[in-house]
């Protein structure tokens, strides 16, 4: 283990917890948070989360309308990285295809402004603090959830979560 100079304790180095989701393997029952396919994933107490990005390897359908709803999260806030959003939802978060389709997506943690963008983006500091922002310390250790809000089981669907963190040395 890494520590700060000085007694800080801290634990150096950028961290990143990974967890899959996969509904062919892992039921992911109408409303309610399920665990990762491989088991719970959790991100220590103390951690600060710098950024927060998923890949869905396989697009999400609930065999029925798509009216599903799914979010990304952890213990406690289950929409902390993604907000409930439906399955077949388009055109949302700027995502023209859906946020459960194929495909590269960022979620509300560390994918802040751009630099330019408009008034409030006019200089990098202010884009910085706008990151900064969006940024989560967690006071708890939390395990990394998918959670479901409507009438159907997803049935198909795949998707893996990367958890950016380094370790802050302030615990609760």
């Known amino acids: 283990m890494n520590t700060g100079s000085k007694g800080g304790g801290i ?18 029952a109408n409303n309610a ?3 990762c396919t491989a088991g719970e994933i959790w ?7 710098t950024k927060a990005y998923y890949f869905v390897q396989t697009t ?3 065999g029925n309308d798509d009216s599903q709803t799914l979010a990304l999260g952890y213990t406690g806030a289950t929409g902390a990285f993604v907000a409930a959003i439906a399955i077949s939802a388009t055109g949302t978060n700027g ?14 943690v560390g ?30 250790t939390k395990e990394l959830l998918l959670t479901t809000a ?7 669907g795949k998707l893996s979560l990367w958890v950016e963190y380094v370790q802050t040395g302030d615990y609760s």
């Open 11 to 28: 634990q150096s180095g950028l961290k990143a917890a990974v967890g899959t989701w996969n509904a062919a393997t892992t039921n992911l």
């Open 33 to 35: 948070s399920a665990s």
């Open 43 to 49: 991100v220590p107490d103390g951690a600060l989360i």
């Open 60 to 62: 999400f359908a609930d």
């Open 95 to 108: 995502v023209s295809s859906g946020q459960w389709d194929a495909g590269i997506h960022g979620t509300l």
């Open 111 to 140: 994918m802040g402004a751009n630099l330019g963008a408009d008034a409030a983006h006019d200089s990098a500091l202010e884009v910085i603090a706008l990151n900064a922002a969006t940024m989560i310390h967690l006071t708890a």
């Open 150 to 156: 409507d009438d159907e089981a997803v049935e198909v």
